[in-house]
């Protein structure tokens, strides 16, 4: 009896481990979190030459290749970082890049933020709000060097004054050149085989579009005369997107600018974005736009350029490093692009839809025992990435250990990159290249392009193939020293935090928009649905928008 | 009272046994309950739970008065009460089929390869759905080309859309299904099929008045089970598949909380409408919980 009740009380003993062991999944599921967050605590204030730790979240990347043995948790990067200035980096996690933005919010949201972040400008407003963030006007201005201080006022101090909110400095403004425009590529072998002339206005591109398609100088049977992508207005789609086919008809995407009267309007629902539509459901009607554009990302797309199928692109400045991947087969050059300035429907010129310059900040936790590791890595970076003639160890930080430029973007592992806010590359660079002439070059980023560019002209490295279409004598930069001179860009006049309609309503605004010009452009309506649309934005809460962004405008003026 | 006392001297090992489990209980489900206040709040990460300002029903104002409301209920109970019903029908017919096969290793392959599907997540599916249904390359359409009919956009076309998300969903996961009900067939006593077969009832009468009585309480359990889904209509599926032209028939509350709650960072509203989706699965689940004692006088607990 009593043998019996023994062994059935192991029976339920182990059973109820086995219950418990399912739960604990959960339990494990949660841990990963907190090492980090026991190391930087046990840390104590650092004696001079100690390794100080910083904490951060990296964004992986298909174009990061790693080095044999390397990772986000160990790599030469990191290691000489830690080395050179005795920071050493840490990551809290790695997401993708489809789901770093997401990933990054419910951090946020769950309040267990890293040391060190790249938040949107949206996001620092609310960090700063909610007293998540560190006033790091002290710490940079004690721990920058000059050398930074000067590299982040290039543009008299602009970015770094949307980075300051009420006075204290609450970010780190990744700096970029504002002046970021969008080009049309073109295939210009198939142009000279159907003798047909390069694009100057909108309805040569139609004619292009047109000839591409009825001649299929591709020869695959399934010829269509653009490419376009499943979320073309997005800024994120830097390649297959529609926005400079908007600018080309003095259409814009989601931005706010000046009417007649002085005041702030959206682009979105301007009668000239309805001629854009028109065009577009013009092509579609007669097969130049891929009908399934609407289910098929970027790099799906893009397979039709690779295949021969599309030959006309509108896209950024890097959009060749995208092409490369079918221009250059078995090493040889088997199509030829050509990169002309967006094209206007009108007589009027082109202009470019741009951004600030600025849209992301580097933030620092409130949390953060060591806010000058930060600067630190910032002082370093700014070093490393704009020396003419790098030493062996900055070289390390830029291309892993081997030291030399073998194409897996080493660069992406340093936690903290700004860039220039002013360029020059296309003055430079397509004379230099142009003439074969080093001298003239200025900045580290040029001679680096001077030379990728050399390496295709003087045939050692025929995978160099876009940097010419990028930075060479007809490269895309060729066409900037024109458009800056003439000032034919538009930059977004509202850099303010999300008002209270816009956070309640910009939602079905955007779902509105995006239906009503996707069934437009796939000839679901008739283009004059555009016109209903206008009226339900403005009631659906565009009007009280409009209204919030105007009183912000006049106090920001 | 001696009793008591004596029992609980004999079975308090027992008790002790369940206490891992119970604190793993409290603290995993029971817990994270307190999450609801979020419903209620303007909810602002740093100041947490505790902090964050109390805006009564806002949230759920915000709900109601969202223009769209009324279709994006309409599109997530229609798509969703088809995938119940279809997820019914479908895995019964099998698995009554199944069990009419008299080689057992058909019957075995034939079960494990439906059930495959099952284990792949809709973020891979999805791009082969994208393939399989392309209009200009997909398989299907090449298929009914054979048949002289125009190539169908069925991603892209607002009257495809909900079935082509039935169909597929019916299609991942009907295997699973079928092992459940396949399980339920293997209770019924045999010896009922030889009485059928003296009385004279065929295959097919057998079927009718043998198997499908004996598995109306497995049936009705899924059934009871299911309803508690009528609001959910499948987000992963549809957030991989859908795009801005299907959103009138394509754009369900997951979805839409989706761009509302976690593109825009309104957390509160996003619990306000799980509170909301989390009570009418209970109400259904309740209802037809009764339902299914009165009329089929059949109690799951």
Same mark, same amino acid.
């Given at each position: 009896m009593r043998r019996k009740s023994k062994s059935l009380l192991i029976v339920l003993f182990v059973l109820s481990m086995a219950l418990t062991a399912?739960? !604990?999944?959960?339990?494990?599921?949660?841990?990963?979190?907190?090492?980090?967050?026991?190391?930087?605590?046990?840390?104590?204030?650092?004696?001079?030459?100690? @390794?100080?730790?910083?904490?951060? @979240?990296?964004?992986?990347?298909?174009?990061?290749?790693?080095?044999?043995?390397?990772?986000?948790?160990?790599?030469?990067?990191?290691d000489?970082?830690?080395?050179?200035?005795?920071?050493?980096?840490?990551?809290?996690?790695v997401a993708d890049v489809t789901q770093f933005k997401e990933k990054l919010k419910m951090t946020i949201a769950s309040n267990d933020i890293p040391d060190l972040m790249l938040v949107e400008a949206t996001q620092l407003k609310e960090l700063a709000e909610a007293d998540m963030i560190m006033d790091i006007t002290d710490v940079y201005d004690k721990?920058?060097?000059?050398?930074?201080?000067?590299?982040?006022?290039?543009?008299?101090? +602009?970015? +770094?004054?949307?980075?300051?909110?009420? !006075?204290?400095?609450? !970010?780190?403004?990744?700096? %970029?050149?504002? %002046?970021?425009?969008?080009?049309l590529y073109v295939r210009t072998d198939w142009l000279k085989k159907l003798n047909l002339p390069e694009p100057k206005t909108m309805q040569d591109v139609m004619t292009i579009a047109e000839a591409f398609k009825t001649k299929d100088p591709g020869g695959t049977g399934k010829p269509y005369g653009l490419a376009v992508s499943k979320e073309p207005f997005k800024i994120d789609t830097g390649v297959t997107g529609l926005r400079a086919f908007l600018n080309g008809y003095h259409a814009y995407e989601n931005m706010w600018m000046e009417d007649a009267s002085g005041n702030l309007v959206n682009s979105d629902i301007q009668p000239q974005v309805k001629d854009a539509l028109k065009a577009l459901q013009d092509m579609f009607k007669k097969g130049l736009i891929d009908p399934e554009f609407a289910v098929k990302d970027t790099e799906k797309e893009a397979e039709l350029l690779y295949n021969n199928n599309v030959g006309l692109v509108f896209g950024a400045s890097w959009t060749p490093a995208q092409l490369v991947k079918g221009a250059v087969k078995d090493g040889k050059v088997v199509q030829e692009w050509g990169a002309y300035p967006i094209p206007s429907a009108d007589g009027k010129p082109t202009l470019n839809q741009i951004g600030l310059g600025v849209d992301q900040y580097y933030v620092i936790s409130k949390q953060a025992k060591h806010p000058e590791g930060v600067i630190r890595l910032?002082?370093?970076?700014? @070093?490393?990435?704009?020396? +003419?003639?790098?030493?062996?160890?900055?070289?390390?930080?830029?291309?892993?250990?081997?030291k030399k430029e073998k194409g897996s973007n080493y660069w992406l592992l340093s936690p903290l990159r700004v860039g220039k806010q002013l360029d020059n590359n296309g003055e430079i660079l397509p004379k230099a290249i142009g003439t074969k002439d080093a001298s003239i070059l200025q900045t580290a980023d040029q001679k680096g392009r001077y030379e990728r560019a050399m390496k295709f002209i003087d045939g050692t490295d025929i995978n160099m193939w876009w940097e010419p279409l990028i930075s060479g004598p007809n490269g895309a930069v060729s066409h900037n020293p024109?458009?800056?001179?003439?000032?034919e860009y538009l930059q977004d006049k509202f850099y303010g935090a999300a008002t209270p309609t816009m956070v309640d309503r910009l939602e079905i605004l955007k779902k509105k928009r995006d239906e009503i010009y996707f069934k437009i452009i796939m000839n679901q309506v008739s283009v004059d649905e555009f016109d209903k649309f206008v009226a339900e934005w403005k009631k659906l809460g565009g009007d009280d928008i409009t209204k919030e962004v105007n009183e912000w405008y006049a106090s920001h003026k | 009272m001696n009793v008591l006392t004596r029992m609980w001297k004999r079975e308090w090992p027992l008790h002790m046994m369940l206490l891992p489990g119970l604190i793993l209980v409290l603290i995993f489900c029971y817990y994270p309950m307190a999450g609801i206040m979020m419903a209620f709040q303007k909810y602002i990460p740093n100041k947490g739970l505790l902090g964050s300002p109390f805006i009564g029903m806002r949230n759920f104002q915000l709900l109601i008065e969202y223009p769209d409301i009324g279709r994006v209920f309409l599109n997530t109970i229609y798509i969703a009460v088809m995938k119940i019903i279809a997820g019914l029908i479908v895995p019964i017919t099998i698995a009554i089929l199944l069990n009419e096969l008299r080689k057992e290793w058909v019957k075995r392959t034939f079960q494990t390869l439906v059930?495959?599907?099952?284990?792949?997540?809709?973020?891979?599916?999805?791009? &082969?759905?994208?393939?399989?249904?392309?209009?200009?390359?997909?398989?299907?359409?090449?298929?009914?080309?054979?048949?002289? &009919?125009k190539p169908i956009f069925f991603l892209g076309d607002n009257a495809w859309f909900p079935y082509v998300m039935v169909i597929s969903d019916v299609w991942k996961e009907f295997g699973f299904g079928t092992i459940v009900y396949l399980a339920a067939l293997t209770g019924i006593n045999p010896s009922l099929y030889e009485a059928a077969e003296i009385?004279?009832?065929?295959?097919?009468?057998?079927?009718?008045?043998?198997?499908?009585?004996?598995?109306?309480?497995?049936? &009705?359990?899924m059934l009871t089970l299911n309803i508690g889904n009528v609001l959910n209509a499948g987000f992963e599926q549809i957030f991989n598949l859908y795009s801005p032209p299907v959103y009138e028939s394509a754009d369900i509350i997951d979805t839409f909380v989706y761009r509302m709650g976690v593109q825009q960072a309104q957390f509160g509203f996003a619990t306000a409408v799980g509170l909301l989706k989390s009570i009418v699965s209970f109400i259904f689940i309740s209802v037809s919980y009764v339902l299914a004692y009165r009329i089929a006088n059949y109690r799951i607990f």
């Open positions: 399912c739960g !604990g999944t959960k339990e494990e599921a949660q841990k990963p979190a907190e090492p980090a967050k026991e190391q930087t605590q046990t840390q104590e204030t650092p004696k001079e030459n100690e @390794v100080i730790e910083v904490s951060t @979240v990296a964004q992986s990347d298909p174009y990061l290749k790693f080095d044999e043995g390397e990772s986000f948790d160990k790599n030469a990067v990191y000489q970082y830690e080395k050179d200035i005795g920071v050493k980096i840490t990551n809290k996690w721990n920058a060097t000059d050398n930074t201080k000067k590299f982040l006022t290039m543009d008299g101090g +602009m970015q +770094m004054k949307t980075a300051t909110i009420d !006075g204290k400095l609450m !970010g780190i403004p990744s700096s %970029y050149n504002p %002046y970021n425009f969008q080009y910032l002082n370093e970076w700014i @070093v490393v990435d704009n020396t +003419m003639t790098p030493t062996d160890d900055q070289k390390t930080i830029l291309f892993g250990k081997d024109k458009i800056l001179q003439n000032k | 059930y495959l599907p099952h284990f792949l997540s809709w973020v891979l599916l999805s791009g &082969i759905l994208v393939d399989i249904l392309s209009p200009s390359s997909g398989i299907l359409n090449q298929v009914l080309g054979i048949f002289g &009919i009385d004279g009832a065929g295959r097919f009468k057998q079927i009718l008045n043998v198997t499908l009585p004996g598995m109306m309480p497995i049936i &009705i359990l």
